[in-house]
């Protein structure tokens, strides 16, 4: 049995980064994750430019390695297309030049992209990475903190301070953490691969397409190195119950009868399996630590409620979490007051953007406003920019919550 103060459980983007911030400040950790790396994670692929921001805090040369990767191409933004039909561009950076700038986001499988973290991590001494270890149990220990066990119960690791990093389906996160899969606040996902999607955008931008017949749902073509697109739709699981909405058939009926897509689609070959996922949103503040564990990345739902992002959220809590774990060691207090300390940091970094996405959301189910705004942006430079402006300046993404706004735009 490995004796550990630290264990992360789950070596994706939050386990990754929070065991990576623990080794800058000279904390060893003990990572494990049932999986052996490279492994794939069903997931949109699109690292924003918070991803950026946050591999340059872990090390400043690591968005330009991930750069370099033939696995990873740039991309500068996302096209929204209204239920109209009407696009609205909004680009990662304003005015940005492709062949000057450094790219604001990327696109990688996750096969990929978590593959390019777990090599960080083999290069740190200070972690101690243990592959296709599959903990099921969790015991709080006489001493305090917790021992993990196997299916079978032998116990595998007993640590001061758990990291539950583990992704979506955490058994953790619902049965010791008690935090439930609240419908209204959760969503159903499908992705697959196509091979040969016709008329991809030159710079990489990311398409999310809000078809009338699909809402509160949307439908996303994500291009991919090698002439591959990541496809697929989500919707929320209280909509998907209440409307009895089959995801994969409405998937492919898109695909097939949608004027436009049908002929993009025309000459692509499908070259995965359709497979699903759970989005648990962070459109809801929960408490997201307690004695001696914390919630990281899916695991503590903090994934973005409008555009589904979550590895940067992810990635933001394993930096938090790496904060507080040193504070813990330090104070030599595990207590569920003090590692309070990370909720309040996580949501004061996410909080405001979370809510403001909340909003978002809710502009679909009215969606003959949703179009009007797309509809005079793709018309209106300065709307549009104003709006790409938004998306990166949370102040000025106040102004979505306000009626003032719509009347402006309606009535103008």
Same mark, same amino acid.
Not at 176 to 195: F, I, M, N, S, W
Not at 312 to 338: H, P, T, V, Y
Not at 349 to 359: I, N
């Given at each position: ?143 305090? =903190?917790?021992? *993990?066990?196997? #299916? ?9 301070? %758990? &990291?539950?990093?583990? !992704? +979506? ?108 996922? =759970?989005?648990? *949103?962070?459109? #809801? ?9 914390? %919630? &990281?990345?899916?695991? !503590? +739902? ?111």
């Amino acid at each position: 049995m490995h004796n550990t103060d630290i264990c992360i459980v789950g070596a994706g983007p939050a386990g990754a980064t929070a065991a990576l911030h623990l080794a800058n400040k000279g904390i060893p950790s003990l990572l494990i994750d049932k999986a052996s790396f490279p492994r794939d994670k069903v997931c949109g692929d699109a690292l924003s430019g918070k991803v950026v921001n946050e591999l340059r805090r872990i090390s400043p040369d690591l968005p330009a390695q991930l750069g370099e990767l033939q696995e990873a191409m740039p991309s500068w933004g996302i096209h929204f297309i209204s239920p109209g039909g009407h696009k609205l561009s909004v680009p990662f950076k304003y005015n940005y030049q492709p062949d000057q700038d450094t790219p604001a986001g990327y696109i990688s499988k996750r096969i990929h992209f978590d593959n390019f973290l777990v090599q960080q991590v083999r290069q740190r001494p200070e972690v101690k990475f243990l592959e296709q270890v599959d903990v099921v149990k969790y015991k709080p220990a006489a001493e305090g =903190g917790y021992v *993990l066990s196997d #299916k079978q119960g032998q116990p595998l690791v007993q640590t001061k301070l %758990l &990291l539950m990093a583990n !992704g +979506a389906q955490s058994g953790f996160t619902r049965h010791v953490a008690g935090l439930d899969q609240e419908p209204e606040h959760y969503c159903a996902g499908l992705r697959t691969y196509y091979k040969g999607v016709s008329d991809m955008d030159a710079d990489g931008f990311i398409e999310l397409h809000f078809f009338k017949d699909f809402l509160p749902g949307y439908f996303w073509v994500f291009p991919l190195p090698g002439g591959y697109a990541n496809v697929g739709v989500g919707m929320l699981s209280s909509a998907v119950s209440r409307k009895k909405v089959n995801l994969k058939k409405e998937m492919l009926c898109m695909i097939e009868t949608h004027p436009e897509l049908q002929r993009r689609f025309a000459k692509a070959e499908l070259v995965d399996e359709i497979r699903g996922f =759970g989005l648990p *949103l962070g459109s #809801k503040k929960r408490t997201i630590s307690g004695d001696n564990y914390m %919630l &990281l990345g899916d695991a !503590g +739902a903090l994934i973005d409620p409008f555009t589904g992002e979550g590895i940067s959220n992810a990635m933001i809590s394993g930096r938090w979490a790496a904060e507080q774990a040193a504070k813990c060691l330090e104070q030599q207090d595990f207590s569920a007051a003090f590692m309070h300390g990370y909720d309040k940091a996580v949501y004061n970094r996410l909080w405001k953007e979370l809510k403001l996405s909340r909003q978002m959301q809710k502009l679909l189910n009215y969606p003959w406003l949703f179009d009007k705004v797309a509809s005079k942006a793709s018309k209106n430079q300065a709307l549009a920019e104003t709006i790409s402006c938004m998306f990166n300046d949370l102040d000025l993404r106040e102004r979505l919550k306000q009626p003032s706004f719509y009347a402006k735009l309606l009535f103008d």
